[in-house]
């Protein structure tokens, strides 16, 4: 294939102060935040009715203008049977219920699981008070909205902050930038690729068994496997904040080994909005689509420096046509006055519908679960132009005017033609993600021991983790010496970047010596694979921290020696290493576990 990447030099930016890699990178701190999201209910009788819809809308109004920091709605309800059916099926509900419906509701669905807090809405508060007082859930009778809106920020949505909804862009001119746009497009053509007899289920179950292990999550993933094919992958998307949590961390954080394990999902949610892409009535006008974020002034100045170049972004990214949704979000988002770095910023994009987009995008409001029912979903690897950026009329927020890429855009088929071109002439793509996934399997923490050791340089960590993946998939299409050139460019920054690799080996190297190892294994160049091999184990074993993944990196380090030793023809060196990777793994790992009955069966075949 060639050299994709050379030296990257491109800038990446999060939502974030300090330039400081952004707390999601860990699993913790997002996964937290996705499972104390919340679901709020309005149950009220006379929704839906010509009675007082004034006084109706101003109160969804109010609610929404608390609720939407999290880009979630009211869901309202004037029938309490499907109330009752809506609330079995989520979790963490806040419900707001008149005094009369929660009078007869309450008793029946105060107990169950999902119920978090209930607020009782009434005109007759004295009365209320009387039945209200012996249910530990109710936080309140209120006579007025803004009361109850005043409760839930302080007591639900102050404590409620969410990590996994920013967006990560990347800044493509003629000067720098290109490398990323290419590695994105070959990302994409791997996944969209990949396939298996199941179609991938089974990978994307077992993933997320493997990762996630609370209650909560494990009910999330029994619904997934039973109902799966039940609903589209757009509605599992935005049923709640786990998917999509999961799939655009890992777009973010280019965490190749959770891509290839999660393929299906992605696969098919990309093939559900060219369906729809498709089947849409193009406009005569462009099409307006507005999303909120909030940047940090160097990230937003990298921007506006950058006009007229291109912009890619590698998730998947929510917008709506109503710019006031998309204003009310960044308004929302708490940071002090003080804070000078930190910009509001409002993205329009211009969408021509007469011209094929580079990738589809669609109103799936009809089709998705908890969105606006005009919310439109942008495909992952979306590029677009920036044309203009300028202050608003109310001077606190910037707009950033985007034009999304066609498929006529000359500049970018330039940067992607030569990756397009090589698909079908040394690549097999349906194989090419499995080989990769099975590669990074061994040292799934590589992405966190480079966080870890760059904590305050996330441009650094996303280049030398672009680096790392390049070499990997070099390797797995059998281009050797690029892969090792990647792995020379990652330990040359690692060398410049992290102090504590200036003069030693950090933890952060054991998967770069390891996996550079393999392919000097593949190349057949045994006496470069085994120093590279053995010193990997020595930085583990001399290691003074002492934790599971020191465990899991000495146990793959003696797995990649048993490797290069069955590979070289030694079959008891081999057998040796393999049972030593074994017996860390069976201290740290339940029986059964995959990792465990693949070692198990590789010793068998000896």
Not at 306 to 311: A, K, S, T, V, W
Not at 358 to 375: L, M
Not at 554 to 562: K, M, N, P
Request: proline residues 2%; aromatic residues 10%; charged residues 20%.
């Amino acid at each position: 294939m060639g050299p994709a990447l050379g030296s990257i030099k491109s800038k990446s930016f999060q939502d974030n102060e300090d330039d400081i890699l952004e707390p999601d990178i860990s699993t913790t701190d997002w996964i937290k935040s996705i499972e104390n999201t919340f679901t709020y209910v309005w149950c009220d009788a006379s929704l839906g009715t010509p009675n007082n819809t004034d006084d109706i809308k101003n109160t969804v109004i109010q609610i929404a203008n608390v609720v939407n920091k999290n880009r979630q709605l009211v869901h309202t309800f004037n029938e309490l049977n499907a109330c009752q059916d809506f609330i079995t099926r989520v979790h963490n509900v806040c419900l707001i219920i008149s005094g009369s419906l929660g009078e007869v509701f309450v008793p029946k669905i105060h107990n169950l699981d999902q119920i978090h807090s209930i607020y009782i809405f009434c005109c007759n508060k004295p009365k209320h008070e009387l039945w209200a007082r012996h249910y530990g859930k109710i936080c309140g009778v209120f006579t007025n909205i803004k009361e109850i809106c005043q409760s839930i920020q302080s007591y639900i949505i102050s404590k409620s902050p969410v990590y996994y909804d920013r967006i990560d862009f990347n800044i493509i001119n003629n000067e720098t930038g290109s490398s990323c746009l290419i590695y994105s497009k070959l990302i994409q053509m791997i996944l969209f690729n990949m396939d298996s007899h199941d179609h991938g289920k089974q990978d994307m179950i077992k993933y997320c068994r493997n990762e996630y292990t609370s209650k909560y999550q494990i009910q999330l993933i029994d619904e997934f496997e039973k109902n799966y094919s039940k609903n589209t992958p757009i509605w599992w998307y935005t049923r709640n904040g786990f998917f999509q949590g999961v799939i655009n961390r890992a777009l973010r954080t280019n965490d190749l080994y959770v891509l290839c394990s999660m393929y299906r999902f992605i696969k098919d949610m990309n093939l559900t909005l060219l369906q729809l892409y498709d089947k849409r009535k193009p406009l005569n006008e462009p099409l307006i689509l507005y999303f909120g974020q909030v940047l940090s002034d160097y990230d937003f100045e990298t921007i506006r420096q950058n006009r007229g170049g291109l912009l890619s972004v590698d998730q998947f990214i929510s917008t709506n046509p109503d710019m006031n949704v998309a204003v009310l979000f960044i308004k929302q988002q708490n940071f002090s006055k003080s804070n000078t770095n930190r910009i509001r910023v409002l993205f329009r994009i211009h969408i021509d519908e007469k011209v094929q987009s580079i990738v589809p995008y669609a109103n799936i409001g009809a089709i998705s679960d908890f969105v606006h029912i005009q919310e439109y979903l942008i495909s992952m690897s979306s590029v677009f132009r920036i044309d203009k950026v300028e202050l608003t009329d109310t001077s606190s927020i910037w707009l950033v005017q985007l034009t999304l890429i066609n498929k006529n855009d000359v500049q970018y088929n330039n940067i992607v033609q030569d990756i397009e071109n090589k698909q079908s002439d040394d690549m097999n793509l349906s194989e090419l993600g499995y080989t990769i996934k099975d590669r990074l399997s061994e040292f799934k923490s590589a992405n966190n021991l480079f966080k870890q050791a760059l904590q305050t340089q996330k441009e650094e960590y996303r280049t030398i983790i672009l680096h790392y993946n390049m070499a990997v998939i070099y390797d797995a299409i059998n281009e050797h010496e690029n892969s090792v050139e990647e792995y020379r460019c990652v330990l040359t920054m690692a060398r410049n970047s992290i102090q504590a690799c200036a003069n030693g080996d950090d933890l952060c190297l054991v998967p770069v010596f390891s996996n550079r190892a393999l392919t000097f294994q593949q190349a057949n160049e045994f006496n470069k694979a085994l120093p590279d091999a053995f010193r990997a184990l020595h930085i583990v074993t001399h290691s003074p921290i002492k934790s599971t993944l020191n465990k899991e990196l000495e146990s793959s380090c003696y797995f990649v020696l048993g490797s290069i030793h069955d590979r070289e023809g030694k079959t008891s060196e081999a057998q040796t290493f393999y049972k030593k990777a074994l017996s860390i793994r069976q201290e740290y790992l339940p029986l059964g576990h995959s990792d465990i009955t693949v070692l198990q069966r590789l010793i068998t075949l000896l």
